[in-house]
């Protein structure tokens, strides 16, 4: 099986260097050009179904890909955004000016980061495991899955077998970039990465 995975496209939080985690805001006009500019690149590659966050950004850029595609969506929550609690909706330097020290922690060991004994990337973790094992066991050869940033960091500690307190030291990438993955024999393999990294939002 052959697994793309993408970042929902540019919204407007993301233009005002804001936390979005669970919340949602518009694409831009040029999240929306860029997704059907994706979906236009992968007319010929064979996918078969579209897996998406049931989150409105990432369903509106799965739907905007999928003019060019004319395929199946499934929503699934296991995709959604690493939650940031009480600090989703501020800017990245309110966050900061706020609380440095949680910051430091989210950077260095998402791990440990938690808010009354809530533990978000944990949470994420689970849920990509879960929804990995699943989609392995599916018959599908290739399958395009469009999730978010955060999300998608936490998915490649799992397909690299990595730890979880290294999941902020994978390279965040920019909205409808790819990261291309083979799995066979139990195991994934990284086929292509665009390489086009966003160091922030």
Do not use: C
Not at 60 to 84: F, G, T
Not at 186 to 200: Q, S
């Amino acid at each position: 099986m052959i697994i793309y995975f993408t970042r929902h496209g540019l919204t407007k939080y993301n233009k005002e260097r804001r936390i979005q985690g669970l919340l949602d805001s518009p694409l831009t006009l040029e999240g929306k050009v860029k997704a059907k500019e994706l979906g236009t690149r992968l007319i010929d590659e064979g996918i078969e179904v579209i897996y998406s966050s049931d989150q409105k950004r990432a369903m509106d850029s799965a739907k905007i890909i999928n003019e060019a595609l004319e395929l199946d969506i499934i929503a699934d929550r296991r995709l959604r955004e690493v939650s940031m609690l009480s600090h989703e909706g501020m800017t990245w330097a309110e966050s900061v000016a706020t609380d440095p020290e949680r910051e430091d922690l989210i950077m260095s060991r998402p791990d440990l980061f938690n808010e009354g004994g809530i533990y978000p990337y944990r949470d994420a973790r689970e849920d990509a495991e879960a929804f990995i094992e699943a989609l392995v066991k599916k018959d599908y050869k290739k399958v395009l899955v469009v999730t978010h940033g955060s999300k998608l960091r936490v998915i490649t500690t799992v397909l690299e077998g990595l730890d979880l307190k290294d999941t902020n030291k994978v390279e965040l990438i920019k909205g409808l970039s790819l990261k291309i993955y083979d799995y066979g024999g139990g195991a994934f393999k990284l086929l292509h990465d665009d390489k086009d990294y966003d160091n922030f939002v």
